[in-house]
């Protein structure tokens, strides 16, 4: 399957529809810095297809590892120009740890049910990984998909993530919703054809 295809309900919620769209990028050491680059990479390519502005798409991004950490908010950038600056300067952790669940709850409770959160914005997660969660991820990934109607998806890249966690923190059908590169390079190949569906499906 490619990318571009996986995503396409992403695609259909593009234009000026107001969107909150967290990227969820993990930090363990399992990445390396080179996938890490790979990810950050990705998430510019991404929204820059995306309508970033006030009263468009608001962007945040999460990093997880040891302990979660949030580096953008939802109201923190309103233009693709600022946000591109912002995430050029997220540093890659290489954490020990992967505990995806802490960073899930830290999703739910300091994003989707914070003040910078929009009442009436399609909610969207896009999670980033490399690794298996360490941690509980039943029980966030459930608050996420069933309390706070968040569309989840999954990009696993190597070989040392949980499939059946992927699809376990996923929505459903897991076709449209999981997807796997072998290597952050195979990810950078896809991002530009992405790119595109997402500038088509806009119009």
Do not use: C
Not at 69 to 74: A, G, H
Not at 143 to 166: A, C, M, P, R, W
């Amino acid at each position: 399957m490619h990318f571009d295809s996986s995503l396409i309900i992403l695609t259909d919620i593009g234009g000026n529809l107001e969107i909150d769209v967290v990227f969820f990028l993990d930090g363990s050491q399992v990445v390396t810095q080179d996938n890490f680059t790979h990810f950050v990479s990705f998430v510019k390519a991404i929204t820059a297809s995306l309508n970033v502005s006030e009263n468009g798409t608001h962007v945040a991004v999460v990093l997880y590892g040891d302990s979660p950490k949030l580096v953008i908010d939802f109201d923190d950038h309103f233009d693709q120009s600022s946000l591109d600056s912002a995430v050029d300067t997220i540093i890659y952790p290489g954490s020990l740890l992967s505990n995806m669940g802490a960073g899930l709850t830290l999703v739910s409770s300091g994003l989707f049910n914070s003040g910078t959160a929009r009442p009436n914005a399609i909610r969207v997660l896009v999670v980033l990984t490399a690794s298996k969660s360490q941690d509980d991820i039943e029980v966030p990934s459930y608050d996420l998909l069933t309390n706070d109607k968040v569309k989840i998806f999954i990009i696993g890249v190597g070989t040392e993530y949980s499939l059946g966690q992927l699809r376990e923190i996923s929505s459903d059908p897991d076709s449209s919703f999981v997807v796997t590169y072998t290597s952050g390079d195979d990810l950078a190949l896809a991002t530009s054809s992405f790119k595109v569906t997402l500038a088509e499906g806009r119009h």
